[in-house]
């Protein structure tokens, strides 16, 4: 089946850091850019961060700028988000998602989304 497989999320302290890992299972990650999304209970989802295929440039979205960092990679199949100052609004479920150009709109990037990853973030 072609998806990705997120891991790495948990119950963690505000302040405290999470690590996510996108795996791609069945496809390799060089033809795309990979976004990661996100989303809380009762909301819609929301774009935290892509990166792209070529270059890899990424973005954020404000909300997590500085405190997010996404990176790849393609010879592992690979993509993470590393997450620090985690703030009780970063609770959700987060999700990888892939396209041919980097947008932080979910309809746009089209492919592969999987199950997602529970972050909780509480004390």
């Known amino acids: 089946q072609l998806q990705f497989v997120e891991s790495g999320g948990g119950l963690v302290q505000p302040g405290g850091s999470l690590r996510l890992s996108c795996a791609a299972s069945g496809f390799t990650l060089d033809y795309y850019a990979i976004a990661w999304f996100r989303q809380a209970p009762g909301q819609e989802h929301e774009g935290v961060s892509c990166i792209s295929r070529r270059d890899g440039t990424t973005y954020y979205a404000d909300s997590v700028k500085g405190r997010f960092t996404i990176s790849r990679d393609n010879a592992k199949n690979m993509v993470y988000l590393q997450m620090n100052s985690l703030k009780p609004e970063d609770t959700a479920v987060y999700y990888c998602?892939?396209?041919?150009?980097?947008?932080?709109?979910?309809?746009?990037?089209?492919?592969?989304w999987g199950q997602g990853t529970q972050v909780t973030v509480s004390s």
């Open positions: 998602a892939a396209d041919f150009r980097c947008e932080l709109i979910p309809m746009k990037m089209r492919y592969y």
